[in-house]
C-alpha cells in the first residue's frame, strides 16, 4: 500500500504503510532564483513572497528582484564566497548543492546540515545562459564558450535527482501552473508534479548540452562525432500518426528555419502528422523558386508533387500547376513562394485543399478562406534558403541515419551538352524547371515540363521506366479529362532525378513526346543512351549531379 504524507505549516509528516515510504506533500519555504531570461520574474517572486517563501537569488536576478521592493538574500551571503570569474563562480558551493540535495527523511544528510549550517531549498527556479540565441546571432568562438552556462545545470541536474523533495523550475511557462499547484496545495508541491518538473529539467539540460556538442563539432571540423544528440522542443501531440493506431507528437529544433514548424495558423483544425510532413514537402520545394523570378505554387500529394508551375499571376500559376494532375490534387497541400491573394484563394476554394502555406497572405485572401472551416492557412513570414546547411535524421532498427540537407544546386555554366543538338532557349530554362522539381520527388524521379509548369510525374517506382510510362499516363489522362487534343508531353522536356541504366527510359521518354533531357549521367551505358538520344533527335544534358530521395 502507498504511503501517506502531508507537509502543512509545521514539520513534515509521513505516514508509512507496510514496508514502503512515499513523500507526497512539499511545503515550500525557501526559493533560490537566478535566471537569465526575466521573463515573469517579478510576478513570480511577488507570489512567492506573498506566500511567504523567503527568496534566494544570485548577481543580475537578486537586483532586479530587490528592485521590485521584494526582500532577497544573495547567494553571496549563504556561502560566504563572492561572485568571482566574471560569474563563472557563484552557485558551485556547498552551501548551495548541499541545499539541493539533502535527502530530508536521512539522519545523516540532515545532520550534516545542522553540522556545516547548510539550509533546506525547496525550489530551485532557472533558466540558462542563452548559448543557442548566441550562436544563431552569429557569435564568435570565444563569445559562444562564454554563453555555455555551469553553474545552472548543475544546479538544475541537483534539484531535478532530489526531486522527492525539490521542485524545479526551467521553463518561464510552468510558473503559472507551479503557482496554482502551491494554491490548491496549501504552499506544498506534491511527488507527482514534482517528478514531471524533474522530467523537464533533465529534458532541458540534456538538449542545452546537445546544442554545445553539436556547435563545437561544427566548429573544430568534425562531422561524425562519437556520440550525437538530436533534441526538440515540443509543438503539439498529434491525434495520430500516419495511420490511427500510431501515436505521434511534432516538436521543434529551434533553428528559425522558416516553414512549417515556424508558421503560424491562421484557421482550421489542428495539423496532422500527415499535414505536417507533406506541408514541409510542398514548401521546401517551392522555395527552390526565387521570388524574383516569378510566382510559383507547388500542390503536393502523399510528399510527392502533383504539380508545380510558374506563372505571369499566382492564379495563373495555380491553374497551370492544377491542370498537371487535377484527380491527385483533391485533398493536396498547396505551397506558394509569395503573397496569397484573394483571387488565387477564391480559386483554390473551388476544390477541397488541406493546408495553403505561404510567405504572407492578404486579408481578402483570409476573409475568403473563413468560409472553410477545414482548410488550414499557414504563414512563414518568408522563405527558407534551400541552399543552406544542415542535416536530415532518418531512424532506421538500432540506429540512426545521418546526412547532409540535399541543398545540391547547379547553375547553367555547370552543365555537360551530351548530345549533338543543344537545347533551345526555352528548352534550357523549362529543364532548369524540371531539375528543381524532380529533387523533390521520390525516387526513381521522372518530370515531364512544358513551358514553366509540370505536365507530368513519375514518383517512387522500382523501375526508372515504370516512372516514365506512369507520368506520361497521367499525361495522357488529363488530356482526355480537360479535352485537349494531346497530351501536353508532346513539345516537352524531361529530368530524371538518377541515370537513365539503358536506353529504354529515354526512348519510353521521347514516345510521350520529351524533346530535351536533362540528367546526372554516370551509367556504365551513357554511350549507348546519348546514341539513342541523338539517333530520335533530342538535347540531353548531364549535371553530373543526382538528386535520390527515399
Not at 512549417?260 to 510532413?277: D, E, F, R
Request: aromatic share 6%; proline share 3%.
Amino acid at each position: 500500500m502507498d504511503a501517506v504524507s502531508v507537509r502543512s505549516s509545521g514539520p513534515l509528516k509521513i505516514v508509512a504503510k507496510g514496508m514502503q515510504m512515499s513523500l507526497d506533500y512539499i511545503k515550500i519555504r525557501r526559493a533560490l532564483l537566478s535566471v537569465s531570461d526575466k521573463t515573469g520574474l517579478i510576478e513570480l517572486a511577488t507570489a512567492l513572497d506573498k506566500k511567504g517563501v523567503e527568496l534566494l537569488s544570485t548577481g543580475g536576478t537578486a537586483k532586479t528582484i530587490r528592485d521590485a521592493g521584494l526582500l532577497v538574500r544573495d547567494v553571496s551571503d549563504i556561502t560566504g564566497f563572492p561572485e568571482m570569474m566574471d560569474g563563472r563562480v557563484k552557485t558551485l558551493h556547498p552551501m548551495v548543492h548541499g541545499g539541493l540535495l539533502a535527502l530530508r527523511d536521512n539522519k545523516d544528510h540532515i545532520n550534516a546540515m545542522r553540522k556545516h549550517g547548510i539550509e533546506e531549498i525547496d525550489l530551485l527556479v532557472v533558466n540558462l545562459y542563452p548559448f543557442e540565441e548566441t550562436v544563431t546571432a552569429g557569435g564568435d568562438y570565444n563569445d559562444c564558450i562564454e554563453n555555455i552556462d555551469i553553474g545552472g545545470p548543475a544546479m538544475i541536474r541537483a534539484a531535478a535527482k532530489n526531486h522527492e523533495f525539490v521542485s524545479v523550475v526551467v521553463d518561464v511557462k510552468d510558473y503559472q501552473v507551479l503557482l496554482k499547484q502551491m494554491d490548491v496545495n496549501d504552499g506544498a508541491t506534491t511527488l507527482n508534479f514534482r517528478k514531471k518538473l524533474a522530467q523537464t529539467a533533465y529534458a532541458l539540460t540534456g538538449s542545452y548540452d546537445a546544442a554545445v556538442s553539436t556547435w563545437m563539432a561544427r566548429e573544430i571540423g568534425i562531422s561524425a562525432p562519437r556520440r550525437k544528440v538530436i533534441a526538440g522542443t515540443f509543438v503539439q501531440e498529434m491525434r495520430y500518426g500516419e495511420n490511427p493506431h500510431q501515436s505521434a507528437s511534432f516538436y521543434s529544433n529551434g533553428s528559425g528555419r522558416p516553414g512549417v514548424s515556424t508558421a503560424k495558423q491562421h484557421q482550421g483544425k489542428a495539423l496532422s502528422y500527415n499535414n505536417i510532413n507533406d506541408t514541409d514537402a510542398a514548401f521546401e520545394l517551392v522555395s527552390e523558386f526565387d521570388p524574383k523570378d516569378g510566382p510559383t505554387i507547388a500542390i503536393i500529394k502523399h510528399a510527392n508533387p502533383c504539380g508545380v508551375a510558374h506563372g505571369s499571376s499566382f492564379l495563373d500559376a495555380y491553374n497551370r500547376a492544377f491542370q498537371c494532375d487535377q484527380t491527385s490534387a483533391f485533398g493536396g497541400i498547396i505551397a506558394l513562394n509569395g503573397t496569397l491573394d484573394g483571387e488565387t484563394a477564391e480559386q483554390i476554394c473551388k476544390i477541397f485543399t488541406e493546408v495553403v502555406i505561404a510567405p504572407h497572405a492578404t486579408d481578402e485572401a483570409k476573409a475568403i478562406f473563413a468560409a472553410k472551416k477545414n482548410l488550414r492557412l499557414l504563414t512563414t513570414g518568408g522563405l527558407p534558403d534551400v541552399r543552406q546547411g544542415g542535416q536530415t535524421w532518418r531512424q532506421v532498427a538500432g540506429g540512426y541515419l545521418i546526412q547532409d540537407r540535399d541543398n545540391g544546386f547547379i547553375n547553367q555554366e555547370d552543365i555537360k551538352l551530351v548530345t549533338k543538338r543543344a537545347p533551345s532557349d526555352i528548352e534550357m530554362r523549362d529543364m532548369l524547371f524540371a531539375w528543381k522539381v524532380a529533387k523533390h520527388v521520390k525516387s526513381n524521379a521522372i518530370v515531364y515540363v512544358k513551358d514553366g509548369a509540370t505536365v507530368g510525374v513519375g514518383a517512387g517506382q522500382m523501375s526508372r521506366i515504370d516512372s516514365t510510362r506512369i507520368a506520361a499516363r497521367k499525361a495522357q489522362d488529363m488530356a482526355k479529362a480537360i479535352n485537349l487534343e494531346k497530351p501536353l508531353t508532346i513539345g516537352s522536356v524531361v529530368a530524371s532525378d538518377a541515370f537513365f541504366p539503358f536506353s529504354d527510359g529515354l526512348l519510353a521518354a521521347a514516345k510521350a513526346g520529351a524533346t530535351a533531357v536533362i540528367q546526372p549521367g554516370g551509367s556504365m551505358r551513357d554511350e549507348e543512351v546519348i546514341k539513342a538520344a541523338d539517333e530520335l533527335g533530342l538535347a540531353m544534358l548531364y549535371t553530373g549531379m543526382r538528386h535520390f530521395k527515399h
